[in-house]
Structure formats: C-alpha cells, structure tokens
C-alpha cells in the first residue's frame, strides 16, 4: 500500500510537471501583440507597394485565435494559373489592389493608423487550404478580416466593386476600417525614355511633315477623314468611353453564380460595363447617321417618291434605336419611361 501511494505520488508530480512545461512551451511559442505588428510591418517594408505575400503557415500565424489581434487584414486571393484568362482580369487586379496599398501607406505614414490595417496576398497552389478555409471557389476574391473576427466569418468584397478597380477596393477599405486610402497615384502612360525618343523621331521628321503641309498632301486635307473622326468622336462622347478609360472599366466581368459565364450587361444603375456603353453608343450613333443622312444626303434627291421611301425607313430604324435604349435603360435602373398622352385625347 505504501509502494502504491508513493507511485501515486509521482504520477500526480509528472502531471504537474507536464502541465506546467506545456504552459510555459505556450507561453514561449505564443506571440505577444506587438511582436505580430513588428513582424507585419517588417514584411510590408520589405515590399516595394507595401502588400505582404502570405501562405497557409504565415496566414495562421497572423491570425492566431489565442492574440488579440488589433489590426484588420485585407486579403487579396491569386491564382497565377489564371492569369492568362483575360475575362478575369487577375494581374490588372492585382495591381490595383497594390496601388490601394502603397496609397494608404502613404496616406498614414507616421500616424498611429500606420499599423491598423495591412494589406495581403495569397496564392492557390502555396495556399490551398487557406482557400478552403475561407471557402474561396471563384475569382477575383478579396476579403476583409477585422480585428478578432474569425476567418471564416469575415466578409468579401461584392463582385461589382472589381469594375471599379482601385477606387471600388479603396471604397471598400474606407466602408470596413472608416480610414481614408489618400490619394492614388498612377504610374504614368508613357516614361521619361520613350518621351525622349518620341521627340527625337518628332525632330527629325518635322521638316519632312512641313514640307507635307505646305504641299497640301497630307491626310488632314482629306475630307474623309475628318468625316470618319467627327463620327468617332460622335460615338466616343455618346458611348462613356472616357469613363471607361478613367475608371478602366472592364467590356465584361464573370457571373458570380458562374464563372464559366460572362456578363455584358450589369443589372443596377451603380456600375456600368464597357460593352454596355458601347452598345447604348452604337445605338445613338445610327440615330445620328440617320440624321445626318436624311439632312446633308437626302435633300440632293430629286425624287418625291425616293425621299419619302428614304424618309421613312430613316424614321423606322432611328425609333427602332431609341426603342431599345430605353429599354436598356429600363431594365438596368427600374424606371420606366414611358409616353404621356394626355386625358382629353
């Protein structure tokens, strides 16, 4: 019996000395606040644009439940195997998501904000489970993970702000963390290089083009041309052509329920595609022609019965094309429109 109560003894003081080494190994092994803002901050300073690169080890390191984690990460999930479908536009994304890095960083430097967000990617074949975890099948996929949520509660940025590029996943910051991004500077078009040589081949070929001007020999004098720019910029200023270029609107985004499909048209007036302008665009420019048509063509025509033929399929094809933009219109906003004949008639 006495044998028996001193090896119960020391079963009891193993256990003890076992949990107390594994509260100590825990203690050692977890990370304190401040040392994962040092190790976030250290990563992003080691990037040009600020977005630290992550896979599954460092991802559950950064969101460790046992830390209280007061910052918030923005995720941006990648697929390099993707890269080549141009429907997804991945790479463009991307880059815009480092734009929106880069301008925040420069936005809070040196203020406490500085290290209350970061901005993260995460790649497919490095990160599998990652995806898994987030539940991630379809892309481009940006997530939001506040300060002590659980991953698999976090929230993704709606599929329409991607049109938007920069300014939809600046929006989407601001709405999560209610901190401003700042200002989003672009790379510029055209480099110091090739405006140099663009001005050395101008040199060159100046004399060559006055000599062009004077002779009266150059296209500007064809009155073609100036035909054909005056319905570009017609079709240019009707279709939001520019808008599409500032904004840098995408002709087509994929079907969030399947991404094997394409959309051309999106429902809901916040986000207009580039297809859709150009085809309201081309639309309004047929209305145009035929105007153009019937006021500068049609009067040289010195056939009643003609012009009235002329007339009327003009008048037929332009309410065709009127018909159909507001129906676009209709069916993208919810308003309709709609004539007004009045009571007494």
């Not at 090896?7 to 193993?14: N, T, Y």
């Not at 991945?90 to 880059?95: E, G, N, T």
């Not at 698999?152 to 702000?161: F, N, P, R, W, Y």
């Not at 420019?285 to 048509?293: E, K, S």
């Amino acid at each position: 019996m006495a044998k028996s109560g001193q090896i119960s003894g020391h079963i009891s003081l193993l256990f003890i000395l076992l949990s107390l080494f594994s509260f100590s190994v825990c203690i050692v092994l977890s990370e304190t606040d401040t040392e994962l803002i040092s190790a976030l901050v250290s990563l992003r300073d080691r990037s040009p644009s600020g977005v630290i690169h992550l896979d599954d080890h460092s991802l559950r390191r950064f969101l460790n439940p046992s830390s209280s984690r007061p910052f918030s990460i923005f995720l941006f999930f990648d697929a390099l195997q993707l890269h080549d479908r141009s429907e997804l536009h991945l790479p463009d994304l991307k880059q815009e998501f480092k734009l929106v890095s880069a301008a925040f960083a420069r936005h809070h430097k040196g203020k406490p904000s500085e290290t209350k967000v970061f901005f993260c990617t995460i790649e497919f074949k490095e990160s599998q489970s990652t995806f898994g975890l987030f539940g991630v099948n379809s892309l481009p996929h940006v997530r939001y993970i506040g300060p002590n949520e659980n991953p698999k509660t976090s929230e993704a940025m709606d599929q329409s702000e991607f049109a938007r590029m920069s300014d939809g996943m600046a929006a989407f910051v601001h709405s999560k963390t209610r901190l401003e991004v700042g200002h989003i500077d672009r790379p510029p078009m055209v480099s110091k290089k090739q405006i140099m040589f663009l001005c050395l081949v101008f040199l060159l070929s100046a004399p060559f083009a006055i000599k062009k001007v004077l002779a009266g020999e150059t296209p500007l004098h064809e009155p073609k041309v100036w035909l054909g720019f005056a319905v570009f910029v017609y079709f240019f200023s009707v279709s939001g052509a520019m808008h599409n270029i500032i904004r840098k609107m995408p002709m087509f985004i994929a079907d969030r329920n399947d991404p094997s499909k394409l959309v051309f048209f999106y429902h809901g007036s916040g986000m207009q595609l580039g297809a859709e302008g150009f085809a309201v665009g081309f639309l309004y420019t047929i209305v145009g022609l035929m105007l153009a048509f019937v006021t500068h063509l049609l009067v040289y025509v010195k056939n009643k019965s003609v012009q009235k033929g002329f007339m009327f399929v003009a008048i037929l094809v332009s309410f065709w094309a009127v018909k159909k933009v507001i129906y676009l219109d209709n069916w993208k906003t919810g308003y309709g429109v709609h004539a007004f004949w009045p009571s007494g008639w």
